[in-house]
């Protein structure tokens, strides 16, 4: 397990490496000058070459990419172009937020994925079966912004229910009764598509399971149905757990249209405002941070993996 260990980290380093010069790199692709959102239309030449040399984007490229890399990875990310804050302050109020976001959005969308998927896998081939496979396939094919408009109208506009927009009252997210309403609808919208995936991953390893000798020769010797559920469990457990990772590495940070519509203050909304302002070092923090919890939540999920299931280990 521990040389598992040294391998996994040994190539986490380079992938992080290549997910810095990636983040980078796309931001210069795109067309147009990151300080037009703080420049008046009249600026002047001198005031233009001093925010450039405030910014070091006066510097060439690779340059300015081992700077960056360099505070990078002293937990500095530079300041907002827009606002004129640190970056960090600004991501890390935004990743709390998609946090709790995801979190109950992985709740919801892991508990029903799981019990839609055994209940399938159990019931295949009857009417159970097919019901849930054709909402797990609708839930995969509707688009999450789509899904999300339709609920503010019916539950915000028409039933007048569920608040619509924000984080709750002040903007900042607490635990209470109050801000728990304006996570309900975000949350479920973005459950939608992992509790589709799940319910089918989890549908196809226990149906799969079930027809196996071994359960065969479990049944045969005498052991109840609790005991076989408990052994398709075992089974079922590091495929699924893979997947459920991977499902909530993209509630992180594929949720950008969903709190746009909902105007979540999380690290999608943050990053589609730091898409249309330009504001370089802001991108560039938001989708570094993203990526980087992206490859460690597949780093943990793997070694998670790895200490339920003995065959990788061997492998």
């Given at each position: 397990?521990?040389?598992?260990?040294?391998?996994?980290?040994?190539?986490?380093?380079p992938?992080a490496?290549?997910?810095?010069?990636?983040?980078?790199?796309?931001?210069?692709?795109a067309?147009?000058?990151?300080?037009?959102?703080?420049?008046?239309?009249?600026a002047?030449?001198?005031?233009?070459?001093?925010?450039?040399k405030?910014?070091?984007?006066?510097?060439?490229?690779?340059?300015?990419?081992?700077i960056?890399?360099g505070?990078?990875?002293?937990?500095?990310?530079?300041?907002?172009?827009a606002?004129?804050?640190?970056?960090?302050?600004?991501?890390?109020?935004?990743?709390?937020?998609?946090?709790?976001?995801?979190?109950?959005g992985?709740?919801?969308?892991?508990?029903?994925?799981?019990?839609?998927?055994?209940?399938?896998?159990?019931?295949?081939g009857?009417?159970?079966?097919?019901s849930?496979?054709?909402?797990?396939?609708?839930?995969?094919?509707?688009?999450?912004?789509w899904?999300?408009?339709?609920?503010?109208?019916?539950?915000?506009v028409?039933?007048?229910?569920?608040?619509a927009?924000?984080?709750?009252?002040?903007?900042?997210?607490?635990?209470?009764?109050e801000?728990?309403?304006?996570?309900?609808?975000?949350?479920?919208?973005?459950s939608?598509?992992?509790?589709?995936?799940?319910?089918?991953?989890?549908?196809?390893?226990v149906a799969?399971?079930?027809?196996?000798?071994?359960v065969?020769?479990?049944?045969?010797?005498?052991?109840?149905d609790?005991?076989?559920?408990?052994?398709?469990?075992?089974?079922a457990?590091?495929?699924?757990?893979?997947v459920?990772?991977?499902?909530?590495?993209?509630?992180?940070?594929?949720?950008?249209?969903?709190?746009?519509?909902?105007?979540?203050?999380?690290?999608?909304?943050?990053?589609?405002?730091?898409?249309f302002?330009?504001?370089?070092?802001?991108?560039?923090?938001?989708i570094?941070?993203?990526?980087?919890?992206?490859?460690?939540?597949?780093?943990?999920?793997?070694?998670?993996q790895?200490?339920?299931?003995?065959?990788?280990?061997?492998?």
């Amino acid at each position: 397990m521990f040389y598992y260990l040294l391998k996994r980290l040994a190539l986490v380093i380079p992938i992080a490496l290549s997910v810095t010069i990636v983040c980078f790199s796309l931001v210069y692709i795109a067309p147009g000058d990151p300080l037009s959102a703080i420049l008046p239309s009249d600026a002047s030449i001198e005031l233009i070459d001093k925010l450039k040399k405030d910014y070091g984007l006066d510097k060439p490229i690779p340059v300015q990419y081992a700077i960056w890399l360099g505070r990078a990875v002293q937990g500095d990310l530079g300041t907002s172009i827009a606002t004129g804050r640190p970056v960090n302050a600004e991501l890390g109020r935004a990743i709390f937020n998609t946090l709790i976001l995801a979190l109950f959005g992985s709740l919801i969308g892991f508990s029903l994925g799981l019990a839609f998927g055994t209940i399938a896998g159990y019931r295949q081939g009857t009417w159970i079966d097919k019901s849930v496979t054709a909402l797990a396939v609708a839930g995969v094919s509707v688009p999450h912004y789509w899904l999300g408009m339709v609920m503010v109208i019916v539950f915000s506009v028409y039933f007048n229910m569920l608040p619509a927009m924000g984080a709750g009252p002040g903007g900042d997210w607490i635990w209470d009764a109050e801000h728990l309403k304006y996570v309900v609808l975000p949350a479920i919208t973005i459950s939608v598509i992992p509790t589709a995936i799940v319910t089918r991953t989890v549908r196809a390893l226990v149906a799969d399971i079930l027809g196996r000798e071994f359960v065969i020769a479990l049944r045969a010797k005498g052991l109840t149905d609790r005991g076989v559920f408990w052994h398709v469990v075992k089974n079922a457990a590091p495929t699924s757990l893979a997947v459920m990772g991977v499902q909530l590495g993209y509630l992180m940070g594929g949720s950008i249209l969903v709190e746009t519509v909902f105007s979540w203050p999380g690290s999608g909304f943050l990053l589609n405002t730091a898409i249309f302002q330009r504001d370089i070092p802001l991108l560039q923090g938001t989708i570094l941070a993203l990526a980087l919890f992206f490859v460690s939540l597949n780093l943990i999920v793997d070694l998670v993996q790895t200490a339920l299931d003995p065959r990788i280990r061997r492998a």
